[in-house]
């Protein structure tokens, strides 16, 4: 009896383990608090292109916005509610409502399926159109439209009146255009308010699992993070380093790259690797992202190979990988091994002018155990912090200074270049920041 109460307990320790273990481990994350007190979005920058470049941004994860949750989130100058309707559709609007001033996205309601109604006064917005509307059939609601002649001073206007009338007749809020791409929701913000160019490209990734994901508060220019991606050299310096408990003349990294963008003409002679099996595996990706002809001008492609160095003498070719830049927020880096697969997703969100905050999400084979996941979280967020640490302390470079001489050189001319296009209106819109969206 005693070894079969032995067995009971061992076996139920066994489970609690195991439960406790999947509980971590199944969608593993490392989450950075934004520090209030933090001033170092404040250090003096030099001078700089727009903080909000038009293009895709990431709004959430599909699993973080259930039928009928309200959130809101001051995404690239803009507050925007945004929520999920009982159609199970996801809606993104101006956050303030047009009668009082109250945000829609703290403490508002869905309503009508596809509504989102004002926890001030009721007033209810149709997610699709942007209309005030009175019941479930959208019927529109006719207010009068007041306002002051001069709000800063208060003085009257010619009929002697503070406050004035100026229209009657249905009124609206602004909507965004939102995506919902394989778990994750984007929204289209531009300057000028031009229709989408592009569109984020849904990966053929049915046979990864969204495994892990990680957020970090980052003080810089939104374009120092993803011009990373085409910066060569910084590898040699930043990413050598394997692991801080292993001496780098025992074990360290050495990183071979190239970049491009996809519409160069030579783009498929300069990028194809030499390699048969990465190739082919790179030939798979080129396919799944060229095919959406209209994302080719805003895509920026890089390869990456990544080489084991042992004694400071043997190398091994360990991994390759191919990323995906597109527009001006997003990342997809694909790496590949002998034995898995992983991708990684980066995404920015533009918090305030040099407060970024950055998501790596990471999707694995299933076959991975959770741990593994983790793991690989961890050794990529090592290398993320390694250049988070120059980019809260640099300044950005106006006046460009570059070897020409050299490939690497070249590749950040041309990125920064490609970049360029994604600014189009944004100044004049952050000269604008303070007019309400009604």
Same mark, same amino acid.
């Given at each position: 009896?005693?070894i079969?109460?032995?067995?009971i ?5 066994a489970?609690?383990?195991?439960y406790?273990?999947y509980? %971590? ?6 989450i ?7 001033v170092?979005?404040?250090?003096p ?13 990431r ?23 945004y ?8 809606y993104?609007?101006a956050?303030y409502c ?6 829609l996205?703290i ?5 009508f ?5 004002c ?7 149709d997610? %699709? ?13 006719i207010?009068?439209?007041?306002c002051?002649?001069d ?8 009929k002697g ?9 249905e009124?609206?809020?602004k ?6 791409i %394989? ?5 289209w ?6 229709k ?15 495994r ?5 508060y ?11 991606g085409?910066d ?10 394997a ?7 025992l ?9 491009k963008?996809?519409?160069?003409s030579?783009f498929l002679?300069?990028?194809t690797?030499?390699?048969?099996r ?8 080129f396919?799944?992202y ?6 080719i ?10 080489y084991?160095i ?6 091994f ?9 597109m ?35 990471v ?9 593994f996941s983790?793991y690989?979280?961890?050794a ?6 390694f250049?988070?640490k ?6 950005f ?7 020409? %001489?050299? +490939? ?5 001319l041309?990125?920064?270049?490609w +970049? ?10 952050e ?8």
């Amino acid at each position: 009896m005693a070894i079969l109460s032995y067995e009971i307990v061992l076996t139920l320790t066994a489970f609690l383990l195991y439960y406790l273990y999947y509980k %971590k481990f199944k969608f593993f994350t490392i989450i950075e608090k934004l520090d209030e007190k933090n001033v170092r979005n404040k250090l003096p920058r030099g001078k700089c292109p727009p903080s909000y470049p038009n293009g895709w941004y990431r709004l959430c994860r599909s699993g973080e916005l259930q039928p009928g949750e309200v959130k809101e989130i001051k995404l690239c100058g803009r507050h925007i509610a945004y929520y999920r309707g009982t159609d199970k559709q996801v809606y993104a609007v101006a956050a303030y409502c047009p009668h009082m001033g109250a945000n829609l996205g703290i403490g508002g309601q869905v309503k009508f399926r596809s509504c989102i109604e004002c926890p001030f006064h009721g007033w209810t917005f149709d997610g %699709k159109s942007g209309l005030c509307v009175n019941s479930e059939q959208l019927e529109p609601k006719i207010v009068t439209t007041y306002c002051y002649p001069d709000i800063e001073r208060v003085t009257k206007n010619q009929k002697g009146e503070y406050i004035q009338k100026i229209a009657e007749g249905e009124v609206k809020i602004k909507t965004y255009l939102v995506k919902e791409i %394989k778990g994750i929701v984007y929204i289209w913000l531009h300057s000028k308010e031009a229709k989408p160019w592009y569109d984020v490209v849904g990966e053929e990734s049915d046979h990864l699992t969204l495994r892990a994901e990680s957020i970090n508060y980052v003080n810089c220019h939104i374009q120092e993070i993803p011009e990373n991606g085409a910066d060569m050299r910084h590898f040699d310096y930043i990413h050598a380093s394997a692991m801080d408990i292993i001496p780098p003349w025992l074990v360290s990294l050495k990183w071979e790259m190239k970049t491009k963008n996809a519409k160069d003409s030579d783009f498929l002679k300069e990028m194809t690797h030499p390699v048969p099996r990465c190739r082919q595996y790179q030939k798979q990706l080129f396919d799944q992202y060229f095919k959406n002809k209209e994302l080719i001008p805003y895509l920026n492609v890089l390869l990456l190979d990544g080489y084991v160095i042992l004694f400071n003498r043997f190398k091994f070719h360990a991994i390759w990988a191919t990323g995906f830049q597109m527009g001006p927020s997003t990342v997809a880096l694909y790496v590949k091994s002998a034995i898995f697969e992983v991708l990684f997703k980066q995404s920015i969100q533009p918090v305030e002018k040099f407060t970024q905050k950055v998501y790596h999400t990471v999707f694995t084979n299933g076959y991975l155990p959770y741990w593994f996941s983790a793991y690989l979280l961890h050794a990529e967020l090592r290398q993320v912090l390694f250049d988070v640490k120059l980019w809260n302390a640099k300044i950005f470079s106006e006046t460009l200074r570059y070897n020409l %001489k050299t +490939y690497s050189d070249q590749a950040l001319l041309q990125w920064r270049q490609w +970049y360029s296009q994604f600014y189009d209106g944004a100044a004049e819109f952050e000269k604008g920041l303070d007019i309400l969206e009604w």
